[in-house]
């Protein structure tokens, strides 16, 4: 209550430009076009215009007292000592500790003065831990009050990031008994530092502290909508999946756990405004995050959260059937809607599929349709656990995906695809419903990748019967994510996909190359179970623009796709085509490994020799796959081994083996190019040795991969 501006022209030479942190904090996917499958916000008004809207926080009012001017001098003073002088560590300490002794009993006045708190920020981040202890023992009881602060809770902030530098076993009893003095003090009236904008984020950090994760990790602090969407449609691992957190120690898990604990128990009567908070709604998203993998805990803690009776919750019975209708509309809520999100990733088995059933079982269109429940669907989708669950959201939504991508749900499609391809269910009818949902009835399935491509654009057209590929328009990003997912899938399903992206102009295929959504749609292509031929016949519709494409920011990845799927003559026209760009892409960040990948300084100096070791590595790759490849491939006949990369199934555990392959074969091919120029006149022996070499080679790795193996489980 009125901040002190008497020592403004002292703060203004010495404030180092803090900038006001954004005070919703919000999640990045926010911000994300509304018709690309991402929520756009609205600022959060007090008053709400729904059912919820007379849910109020309480409030708590506190009154600051102003610095005293012989203290505010001081400060001042020792202000000007750090900042105008080089002092060396220890001395430095000394200074920062003696400082922080004289705010003993002043903590609150000083932390939430706009200019000592600077000083302050710098004396916490030079003292010793003892010190730094000391600071905040002091100021336990007004914790909550500082953290509340517009300049407190930087000082609050910078104090637990100090406390997180000092991870020495000789200290963490110390750290671990000021904590847990803090967190008792927090848990008698927990609401309003949850609720508080700046409060909100210093009580994250504090979870942070305990569980033993960076303080401002992005991954418990907030979501950024990239890694969202990229973990839901499988292109990326939830690092809350298969309690990943495990391998983090946890620096002070009873803490977190009496914390978290703590708060439920005594805000478990205003839940009802916790649950439309947005900044509670932030705390609690975190709390949920760092308990992931521990089920008992998550089995108490979130049926309080759905506004559950703690009383009335048993092991077969977690979700009470007199909230149900409650929580259907509470999902229609922004806030609500994240944290349910975060629910159903972290949710135990038992849990998600009482969630499954009691909830969103003949409810999944109706939230689809909404602006903020089809979020929670996509959330529900992504983490389907069983084929039948699956099969159950078919049934409800299978018929229906023209109608989510006409209303602009097209996050909740890509959702069903990218599920249908993890839990193998439903994949043919998956792409023939969504072939249909783009294409009119007696038009061309040829068009339905131009379509996903450039979906809002088509949707929202006056005249879709005349709709045209526009050129020069941007590609649709969760079209293109809708379609990688596509080309995952085995290839006798995406037949109508696979013929759409062979119809393609050149001119089309170049547009795409040089799109970031659209080049990746052509890696997936090249990758995916499509024939050889196919493929090729679509890399020759480049020709004459590899160069050109190859220093697109994205163009180096596209490129070596092209070059991977081409056969000699077709990885000879674009080593040519690169020579041209050579230093021009040199200058590029992936351009110096895609010129040695590619090897174009060999085939501009020695291109027979270069040949010669482009026809020995495709040989032992394929004696490679015959030999190690998966066995339904060879089963089935199938030669696109090489084309879908075996690290893609298991990226971790075949990686190194691939790397190995190349640097032997690297050596072999060179041997064989010699044995070439002083052998010409017998060809059929040379094919004999080279075959010979090339087996000897992958032979040889294959035991050293067998050894590193075997060392590896030692």
Partial sequence: MGEDHSYNQEGKRRNRGRKEKNKHDSFGRDN?????????????????SSKHQNVSVPQTFFVRKQVDPETAKYFAEIANVIEGSELDLEERSVICGNALEEARGKEVELATDYIISHTLQTLLEGCSVEHLCGFLRSSAKDFSHIAMDRSGSHVAETALKSLAMHQDIATDSLIEGTLSRICKMIVEDPVGLMCNCYGSHVLRSLFCLCRGVPLDSSEFHSTKSSVVLAERLNIRTSQLNDNNLQHLQPRFPELLKFLVSGILDTAQKDMAALQVNQYSSMVLQTALKLLAGESQLLLRFIPILLGCSSENVGEDNLIETTVVQDLLSLMEET??????????????????????????????FSLS???????????????????DQMEIIWEELGAKL?????????GVVASIVAACQRLHSNENKCCQALAAAVCEVNESPACVVS???????????????????????KMHVVGSLMLQSIFRLPSEFIQTYITSMTSLEESQILQMSKDPSGSRVVEAFLSSNASMKQKRRFVLKLRGHFGEISVHPSGSFTIEKCFNASNLSLREMIASELLPVQTELDKTKQGPYLLKKLDVEGFAKRPDQWKLRQTSKQSAYKEFCDAFGPSEAKASGKKSFLSEPYHKSQPEKLKDVWKEINTCLSGVTRSSASNFLSHQGSKAKLGRKRTQESMDATNGNNMKFKKKKTHNRK
């Avoid at 994300?32 to 709400?48: A, D, I, V």
């Fill in 451 to 473: 379509k996903l491509l450039f979906l809002d654009n088509y949707f929202f057209s006056e005249d879709k019967s005349s709709w045209n590929w526009p050129n020069g328009a």
């Fill in 32 to 48: 994300l076009p509304k018709n690309h499958g991402g929520r756009r916000e609205e600022s959060f008004p007090t008053q709400r």
């Fill in 402 to 410: 023209k109608d989510l991508l006409e209303m602009g749900r097209s």
């Fill in 335 to 364: 806030a609500f809607s994240h944290l349910m999100e975060v629910i159903l990733e972290v949710a135990p088995e038992t849990l998600y599929n009482e969630l499954f059933f009691k909830i969103f079982r003949n409810s999944l």
């Fill in 369 to 387: 349709s909404h602006q903020c429940g089809n979020f929670v669907v996509q959330a529900l989708i992504s983490h389907t656990r069983t084929q």
